[in-house]
């Protein structure tokens, strides 16, 4: 029964890498054995995995669509009823769907922060579980305690909430952690710098901090001059010591934004792994 | 009287390195029905060989087999025998009586006539007690009886044996013994093969003796073998004088 | 034919008794459950990850378990030299073929059944809900599919020992299931004589694709209609039909000589 016991073996294999994932993470980092390598090298293949396949829920089980050959063989019309290819999304309730995926990514790569990110942003938002986001992300902190990303995302969280020392905090944290191990000169990533130091400048002015909050406001000119509406606004600050709308308004207009921005971007382009070498 | 085997001209090759072995070179024989004849011969002689032409395992290379008049190519010309293998082995992960029923399915016997049929058989056998074990919990003895069983199931008017005795002990052997006895009382044809001439001697009635693929004698026991002599002795000049012949 | 049943029941009866069965089952059963009781961030509630496991799991130890009933049963009549015994009875070499198809195609889907049900059940003790109608669509495809797969085993077996024939059958069935779905998309860039090849793939293998429903019950898409249920269990009968015949061609003239028997 060569097969059977070759089954065993799989179920065996994936049950261990699964499980012990983090003890594993442990060992691969302070071992450099080649078996320890592959295992790692294994787990992040997995991790990976299960987070295409929370990308594949999220539309309904449809794969991202490719260019495809034999498109009028009969086998790929049956297929595409077998295999509906329609676009679609999950909505409200059913989103808890992809969750499983995501956490089996985490467990089996605890540094794969965007599916930690993913998972908090899906809980905050059609979940409607704050809490259970501000959990997912905790454990982020504790696997990633370098990266800005979970800093910014938490930052956004309590912003929601209201709690506006936290969220300075956290925005204070985040732009002493930023670049970290991503590259300074790309537009993602000057985007999340952007947006650090704009919630700080607008908790700043809320305060009545208004020189602290102008100096935030010109960082945020520094990467993106043509901003026109911060100009205006540093202006308006300069002159009058307030600006025309409210703090706590363009946070609000700020806040959905970047809800609906990130519903539609759910950003697909892989996660960075230089984290997992120097972490602690 | 009616032909249970008849074989004509019988030719078998094997392709071997480069040519190819005769195991068989255009033997004739035939068994009459109600005959018990042995089929004796020295190792390689080619026995086995001929038997599973007689069950169509093999093709003739030339000339050709009949049971009963049909041509063993066709299954119909299997369905009134019962045949036991060199090695007899059957499927250990049934029981006596189920490997029995199952076999006599096969002939399409069903219901209370499967029944009483397979109780029989196991009552002949010897083997009611132990009807119910796994095969795979009998001995060699057991198990070969079992086989036996398989073979006689279907009620056959010709049974073939391929040394029905080999591998066994004396009881087993003799065990054997009676029940070919019990079935040429009951008029069967029978014809085996076998390398224990004292016991073939004690059953069967006529001989076919074959050396190296060539029919040397076939008669009826009686007008072979003179007064005071045994069939050791016979088969002994009759193999030696065929290998001087060769 | 009903001696083609009567091989089919002891097929059965080898499979039921050699117990291998039973560890696949317990196997899928304390994976899923196992599964069911993973912590997901704090949310309960999610069900299709357990399902979709399940029904991948189902499709794998299905595949695996038909594979190695149907190239086993031939080689191993061979090699103990029951097939003399089996050949001198009254039955033709086409009854022998039907009746080991048979009896491996059927206890394989009972125990795929068995694992179909297990899914249902474990799902249903965590109340997620699965469209009945299109499980049992799935279960029946996948049934025919299975039915493919046996008889390609079988096919392989009728000239090989079991270790050869298991592994081709493995490595044919296996690219048809794996390799073949991807098939159009390696293809588009392909020109020539590498395109050639890629179409003879794809249009020659068996289609397991269309024959795998796990999507539409996974992401409840429904049950697909009678038409097209239909059209792909004939196609599936036919490929079965077409495997079983060859399997019989090669099988109806072997000659059998103690050599195997060592
Ligand atoms: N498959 C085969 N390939 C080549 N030669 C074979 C094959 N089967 C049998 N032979 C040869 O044919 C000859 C007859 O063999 P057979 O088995 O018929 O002998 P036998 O009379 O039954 O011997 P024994 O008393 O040992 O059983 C032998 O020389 C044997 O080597
Ligand atoms: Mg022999």
Redesign the interface.
């Known amino acids: 029964?060569?097969?059977?016991i070759?089954?065993?073996w799989i179920?065996v294999f994936t049950?261990s890498c699964v499980i012990y994932t983090n003890s594993l993470a442990e060992q691969s980092r302070t071992g450099r054995s080649l078996s320890k390598e592959l295992l790692y090298a294994g787990k992040i293949a997995l991790s990976a995995h299960f987070y295409d396949k929370a990308d594949t829920?999220f539309h309904?089980?449809v794969e991202h669509i490719?260019?495809?050959?034999?498109?009028n063989?009969i086998?790929?019309s049956?297929?595409d009823?077998?295999?509906?290819q329609k676009h679609r999304h999950l909505e409200g309730k059913s989103i808890?769907?992809i969750?499983?995926?995501?956490?089996?990514a985490t467990q089996a790569d605890s540094h794969h922060v965007e599916a930690y990110l993913v998972?908090a942003f899906w809980?905050a938002s059609e979940?409607n579980?704050i809490d259970?986001a501000h959990?997912?992300l905790t454990e982020a902190r504790i696997n990633n305690p370098n990266n800005y990303e979970i800093r910014l995302a938490q930052a956004r969280l309590y912003l929601r909430q209201g709690l506006e020392s936290e969220a300075m905090r956290e925005t204070e944290a985040g732009l002493r952690l930023w670049p970290g191990y991503n590259d300074p000169n790309s537009r993602d990533i000057k985007l999340d710098k952007a947006s650090l130091l704009f919630y700080q400048a607008l908790l700043l002015e809320k305060r009545g901090h208004i020189p602290e909050a102008i100096l935030a406001f010109r960082q945020i000119l520094d990467i993106f001059p043509e901003r026109t509406h911060i100009k205006n606004r540093i202006r308006e600050l300069e002159e009058y010591g307030q600006a025309s709308l409210l703090p706590s308004n363009l946070l609000d207009v700020s806040l959905s934004n970047d809800m609906a921005h990130g519903k539609k971007s759910c950003r697909r382009d892989g996660h960075n792994h230089h984290d997992h070498d120097h972490a602690e | 009287m009616n032909k249970a085997i008849e074989i004509v001209d019988l030719s078998v090759k094997?392709p071997s390195r480069g040519g190819f072995v005769e195991a068989l070179s255009h033997i004739n024989f035939s068994v009459e029905t109600g005959q018990v004849c042995a089929f004796l011969g020295p190792n390689g002689a080619g026995k086995?060989?001929t038997i599973?032409v007689l069950?169509?395992?093999?093709?003739a290379t030339e000339g050709m087999a009949k049971i009963f008049g049909e041509d063993v190519r066709k299954?119909?010309a299997?369905?009134r025998?019962?045949?036991?293998?060199?090695?007899?082995?059957?499927?250990r992960?049934?029981t006596g009586r189920?490997a029995l029923s199952?076999?006599g399915?096969?002939?399409?016997m069903t219901g209370r006539t499967l029944q009483s049929n397979v109780n029989a058989i196991l009552a002949m056998l010897d083997m009611t007690s132990a009807a119910n074990r796994k095969i795979s919990t009998y001995s060699r003895g057991m198990m070969q009886r079992i086989?036996l069983g398989?073979?006689l199931i279907n009620n056959p008017d010709l049974i073939i044996l391929d040394e029905p005795t080999g591998g066994l002990d004396p009881i087993g052997r003799m065990n054997i013994r009676k029940i070919i006895g019990r079935l040429r009382d009951e008029g069967k044809t029978i014809f085996f093969s076998s390398h224990e001439l004292s016991e073939a001697e004690t059953v069967c009635d006529h001989l076919v003796i074959i050396s190296s693929g060539n029919i040397v004698v076939s008669g009826a026991i009686n007008k072979l073998i003179k007064p005071g002599e045994n069939l050791e002795k016979y088969f002994m000049k009759t193999i030696q004088t065929a290998a001087i012949h060769d | 034919m009903?001696?083609g049943l009567?091989i089919a029941?002891?097929v059965w009866?080898?499979v039921i008794?050699?117990k291998?069965v039973y560890?696949?089952l317990i196997?899928l059963s304390a994976?899923l459950s196992?599964l069911t009781t993973?912590?997901?961030?704090?949310?309960g509630?999610?069900t299709?990850?357990v399902s979709d496991t399940g029904l991948l799991l189902a499709w794998?130890?299905a595949w695996?378990l038909a594979?190695?009933v149907s190239a086993r049963e031939l080689p191993e009549e061979e090699n103990?030299?029951?097939i003399?015994?089996l050949?001198?009875?009254?039955?033709?070499r086409a009854e022998l073929i039907i009746g080991k198809w048979l009896g491996a195609w059927t206890v394989v889907c009972t125990a795929n059944a068995v694992f179909y049900l297990a899914i249902w059940a474990i799902v249903a003790v965590k109340s997620g809900y699965i469209d009945p109608s299109a499980m049992i669509q799935g279960f029946v495809l996948h049934c025919f599919a299975l039915a493919i797969i046996t008889a390609i085993g079988i096919a392989f077996s009728t000239r090989m020992n079991f270790?050869a024939a298991?592994t081709i059958s493995?490595v044919f069935t296996g690219a048809s299931l794996l390799l073949l779905?991807r098939?159009?998309?390696f293809?588009?860039k392909e020109k020539g004589l590498r395109a050639v090849v890629?179409?003879l793939i794809?249009?020659g293998l068996p289609?397991f694709?269309?024959?795998?429903?796990r999507?539409?019950i996974?992401?409840d898409?429904g049950p697909?209609d009678v038409s097209?249920m239909a059209?792909?269990v004939i196609y599936a009968m036919l490929l079965t039909v077409f495997f079983l015949v060859i399997a019989w061609l090669a099988y109806r003239?072997k000659?059998?000589?103690?050599s195997e028997?060592m």
């Open positions: 029964m060569a097969g059977i070759a089954v065993l179920c049950l829920y309904k089980g490719k260019k495809r050959t034999f498109e063989s086998f790929s049956f297929h009823i077998i295999h509906p808890d769907e969750m499983p995926w995501l956490r089996m998972a809980l979940g579980r259970l959990t997912v | 094997f086995t060989t599973h069950l169509g395992f093999l093709a299954s119909i299997r369905q025998i019962g045949y036991l293998a060199e090695h007899p082995d059957t499927y992960f049934l189920e199952i076999t399915r096969l002939f399409g086989c398989q073979s | 009903t001696k009567i029941v002891t009866l080898k008794r050699k291998d560890v696949l196997l994976l196992w993973m912590n997901i961030f704090g949310l509630g999610t299709r990850y794998f130890l695996i594979v190695n103990r030299g029951t003399f015994s050949l001198a009875k009254p039955i033709t270790d298991a493995f779905p098939i159009p998309e293809a588009v890629m179409s794809y249009h289609h694709d269309i024959l795998d429903m999507q539409r996974v992401h898409y697909v097209t059209a792909l003239k000659l059998f000589s103690r028997l």
